[in-house]
């Protein structure tokens, strides 16, 4: 493993080179292992970082965020969202990527919260770690296609990429009304191309394997990570932020 994650790691970095192309640059945090991946990558690659984290008053991204970085102790920067503005938003949101796909309207809030403290700091440059989930086996849909063999696995890895690169689009959209750009670089083709050349038992290990994106933890846990990162399960930014609770509570007012 330790030969894959070291070509992991110049991927990664080649990826973000090619993406990243300013030294001051914001990265959306949450403290998971996918986000302070890409947080200590950057870092050690020389970019001027500031981590960005959003959600709820005392949510758990925002807690586990700040824990994180006690420990990185990186720029870090917090939006907390604003309960009483939040349906305003998020009809605005709805509005302007025109879906009823819950999942997208809740990340374009997210990335909105986002952009909108990027662009309070005078960032215009945003990276995330979108692509790791869907390329390394992190959704709970690749135990299911398990037992069905590998076939099955690139089958559902295939869709979720397609998704993942229509839904950025549309985050992207939102970001504009701040003049942010988010950039994903690992989503850009010459990583893909790679990712899918990594063993799936390098991802993945049965339909029982509830942490899974095994080499993205060993490389995090090779480079300094801090171990309450790359050693721990965590929900999506969507969850971990309370925005999903925000939205079917809004839902449900009449």
Partial sequence: ?????TQLLEKIQA???ETALKNEIGIAFSGGVDSTLISKICSDMDYEITLLTVGFCDS???????????????????LEIEPESFSFVASAVNKKIN????????????????SKLASELNLDTVITANGIDELFCGYNAYREAFPD???????????????EVE??????????????IIQQPLLSQPFVDFAKTIPISEKIRGSEDLFRKHIV???????GVPEISYNKRKKALQ??????KAMLKSRRIP
Avoid: P, Q
């Fill in 1 to 5: 493993m330790r030969a894959v994650a």
């Fill in 15 to 17: 990826a973000i080179s």
């Fill in 60 to 78: 758990h991204d925002v807690l586990f965020a700040k824990r994180v970085n006690s420990i990185l102790n990186y720029r870090h920067r917090v």
């Fill in 99 to 114: 879906t009823e796909n819950l999942s997208w309207n809740e990340n374009c809030i997210a990335f909105y919260y986002v």
């Fill in 149 to 163: 063999g590998e076939d099955k696995i690139h089958e559902v890895m295939n869709t979720k990429l397609d998704n």
């Fill in 167 to 180: 839904m950025m689009r549309a985050v992207n959209l939102m970001a504009s009304e701040f003049d942010v």
């Fill in 217 to 223: 933890r060993s490389l995090a846990k090779d480079i």
């Fill in 239 to 244: 969850y971990g932020s309370r925005i999903h």
